[in-house]
């Protein structure tokens, strides 16, 4: 099984490149954003602890996410993903990634997405994405054919309760102090590919799958 691991600030575009992935390459996406929001919109008990923590644009707690990654992994219609899974937004702290490497050791790569800070949080701020499926939309760039609906499900597309300059600014601390360390150590153990992420989807898009084939 191949496992590829997306690296970048909050708005580098991990979410769409792991989408556009899924799509061509039949990896499973596994999200752990999408995961605890929808956590959060069935109100079970992993998405009450989680709900505060997102919101402010902190981290959820190390355990409460990797036993979300864990039970994921461990669901067998990872056997239809054609061989590989890629990560989105896991690990996030130097403990998530030892505890990553303890649940399963794959053949592993891992691609780090570099943006400026002002195109992301640019980006972040104009951001709308589908309550219900997670589809990603821009205020300016790309906004759902009809007005707050999405073009894929029919859901209310919205503004991320997080995507307000707030919680983007603690999102961006959060980051740079905890995830950055995580992208070193894959530097170090040389499985890292590093991708300008500035300019259009599709252009980045193009860079990246030239690295998974
Ligand atoms: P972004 O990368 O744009 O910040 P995500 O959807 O990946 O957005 O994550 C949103 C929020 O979900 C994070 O700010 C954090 O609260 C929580 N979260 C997601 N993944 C993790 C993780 N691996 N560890 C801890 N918290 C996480
Ligand atoms: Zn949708």
Redesign the pocket.
Known sequence: MKRLILFGA??SG??TMGDFIQRDFHYTKI????I??SAIQQDSAEGRQ?KN??EA????P?EL?TELVRQRLGCSDLGGSRGGYVL??????LA?AKALSDIASENEKAIFIEVTEAEAVER?LSRLTCSDCGAIYNLKTKPPHKADICDFCGGRVDRRT?DNEEAVRQ?FR?YAERTMPVIEYYDRRNVLERVDGAGAAGRVYEKIKGLIA
């Open positions: 909050p708005g991990k979410g999200s752990t954003g999408d605890l929001r989680a923590f997102m644009g902190s981290l959820v190390d996410v989105d937004g896991y690990p996030r702290t998530q972040l997080d999102r959060v």
